[in-house]
């Protein structure tokens, strides 16, 4: 059973910025999901297995990179330049497939979830 821990969600100002940790039990390719209450579930980011590959949502291009470690198996997502509308509870997650995916159903496990908040 792969296990993904999460940490670094908590309340920041807008324009500041936030650090969030994924820890897999394995190595694989890993997204960055969010959802906003009342919201689906969006991608964020997206890296691929050897890490040489990322894929971001518009929304947070410029502002938000996905990075992973030298031994593989945990995700970082640097998020700055912070906004309000940023609020949401991220998840990461993890397939087993090679590639790197901006589709949620393509994942196979999930993290427990962190909560960032912005003010404004």
């Known amino acids: 059973q792969v296990q993904l821990v999460e940490s670094g969600g908590r309340l920041v100002q807008a324009g500041g910025s936030l650090r969030l940790s994924c820890a897999a039990s394995e190595r694989y390719p890993m997204g960055w999901f969010r959802q906003a209450p009342g919201n689906e579930r969006k991608f964020v980011a997206a890296i691929n297995w050897s890490g040489g590959r990322t894929e971001y949502a518009d929304s947070v291009k410029g502002r938000f990179t996905i990075s992973r470690d030298n031994a593989g198996n945990t995700v970082f997502l640097q998020m700055n330049s912070l906004k309000p509308e940023d609020t949401a509870v991220y998840y990461c997650?993890?397939?087993?497939?090679?590639?790197?995916?901006?589709?949620?159903?393509?994942?196979?496990?999930w993290g427990q979830g962190t909560q960032v908040t912005v003010s404004s």
């Open positions: 997650a993890a397939r087993t497939a090679r590639s790197r995916s901006t589709l949620s159903y393509e994942y196979d496990y």
